[in-house]
């Protein structure tokens, strides 16, 4: 017997006992097709990983910090260690403390804001990959919905932990941010006691604070729960396909002759989070976070205010002419709408993008928009751009998408009817050429499936 079969077979031995003795088989989540271990497959989980990572690495960071706009003494000699003389407040000198006297603290601190910047980065990743392969139709549109909540707390993390550290830039960007939340329609009256606390720093502050590591974490723990209940309930979404009669869900019999979840997945999984992990340590050893100066040193403070990379599309998008900030709010809850309505606005029972033009066209284009406002805003934030450059700039994003769309559906149109003349087929499917009498479910299927 060789040393590999003699491992496997003790190994499988000592699992069986485990899997016994604690049951486990009923709580671990469902199994899962050979054909999902691919990293496409998992982007949700890799969302998951990241999250984790973050709830580590915030709970170390917080046995240091201090959410305090005073002077402490404990941080008495941090002004003049930057050589300054004005006392700096004791949130931005704790994450001085943290940076520069705990030990790898600059290494804990630069892998939780760049792990806080991935985890932003996998849900647009996960978002776009469930928007193309229509991974929102039925039987899991409540579970696209919690995802699109989920999405929007990341961002309100992002939103609320950038003024953590207290510094001057994040400050700023902050205030900008609060000024877009209350210029919604009536809406906007009601976050302000909630946000500004006693309009006081010190009550934004604690606010900022409270909703980072305690509200905002419950409720994307909640919603997380919620999204792995329902992806238990209905499994994983079967590859996009033209086919209106594709099952959308796997029957409990094709479920347990799949992979099971212990250990399998799991350590399928765990793989991806050490490999996860490995990046954030080697980009934060390669490239380490440098802390900006704090509130109230104005004298090298920057000069524009300009918020993280996520928001530098809204932050631009006030810098367009005659758009006030309620105009950018109202445009940006119209697309959050849609995204969130996107399961009972698009009804076609077919999963593939190119059977479905107009969506394949607004998510490309949005992808498009966000993209290019976010370099825009980056290269010239606080610039004022006239209708002309805007028509010039974004206009040509929408055309080009939707020429590319075009073609890439009527190719598809084309091809399909050729193969369909082919075969001398009379029931031409979705764009038929010629009206047809009547076509059984079982002519569809064998059509579509020679695609």
């Known amino acids: 017997m060789t040393f590999g079969r003699w491992y496997n077979r003790n190994l499988n031995k000592i699992w069986g006992f485990v899997e016994d003795r604690t049951a486990m088989k009923r709580w671990a989540l469902r199994p899962q097709p050979e054909f999902t271990f691919k990293p496409s497959y998992w982007t949700g989980a890799f969302v998951a990983n990241a999250f984790i990572y973050q709830v580590v690495s915030g ?30 407040p004791a949130a931005w000198c704790s994450t001085y403390y943290i940076i520069h006297s705990v030990p790898m603290g600059w290494l804990l601190l630069t892998t939780h804001l760049y792990g806080a910047y991935a985890m932003i980065f996998l849900v647009f990743l996960h978002f776009y990959r469930g928007y193309y392969l229509g991974a929102y139709k039925a039987p899991r549109e409540f579970s696209w919905m919690v995802g699109t909540l989920l999405m929007v707390l990341t961002l309100g993390m992002g939103f609320t932990g950038y003024l953590l550290p207290y510094t001057q830039l994040s400050y700023n960007a902050t205030n900008v941010g609060i000024v877009l939340a209350l210029g919604l329609p009536k809406v906007g009256p009601l976050l302000g006691p909630f946000i500004l606390a006693d309009g006081t720093s010190q009550g934004l502050l604690s606010r900022m604070f409270d ?18 209940a329902l992806f238990e309930s209905h499994g994983i ?69 300009e918020p993280d990379w996520y928001f530098l599309w809204l932050f631009k998008l006030v810098d367009f002419y005659g758009v006030t900030p309620i105009i950018a709010v109202t445009l940006s809850t119209a697309i959050l709408l849609y995204i969130l309505f996107l399961p009972f606005l698009d009804r076609s029972k077919r999963t593939h993008p190119r059977d479905r033009p107009l969506f394949t066209w607004i998510g490309t284009s949005l992808l498009g928009f966000f993209v290019l406002m976010t ?8 610039v004022q751009i006239l209708p002309v450059g805007v028509l010039t700039t974004l206009g040509p994003v929408f055309l080009v998408n939707g020429v590319a769309v075009g073609l890439f559906h009527w190719r598809y149109v084309r091809q399909y009817r050729r193969r369909l003349a082919a075969r001398g087929s009379s029931f031409a499917g979705i764009h038929p050429v010629a009206r047809v009498p009547s076509a059984s479910p079982a002519s569809m299927t064998e059509a579509k499936s020679s695609d």
């Not at 170390?60 to 706009?69: A, E």
């Not at 909703?211 to 792995?228: D, E, F, Q, R, T």
């Not at 033209?242 to 992979?259: A, C, G």
């Not at 370099?375 to 606080?382: D, F, L, Q, R, S």
Request: hydrophobic share 50%.
């Open 237 to 305: 979404a079967p590859p996009a396909t033209s086919d209106p009669l594709q099952r959308r869900r796997f029957t409990e019999k094709e479920s347990k002759s799949h992979v099971p979840f212990m250990p399998h997945i799991v350590l399928y999984i765990g793989k991806w989070m050490l490999l996860y992990i490995g990046l954030l340590f080697a980009m934060a050893a390669l490239w380490p976070w440098q802390l900006p100066t704090y509130v109230g040193n104005l004298a090298v403070a920057p000069a524009v205010t």
């Open 211 to 228: 909703a980072h590591v305690l509200l905002l974490p419950l409720a994307l723990g909640a919603l997380l729960y919620a999204h792995i």
């Open 375 to 382: 370099v825009w805003g980056g290269e010239t934030p606080a």
């Open 59 to 88: 709970m170390l960071l917080l046995l240091y910090y201090q959410p305090s706009t005073t002077t402490s003494a404990t941080y008495s000699a941090c002004g003049q260690a930057v050589g300054t003389l004005s006392p700096a």
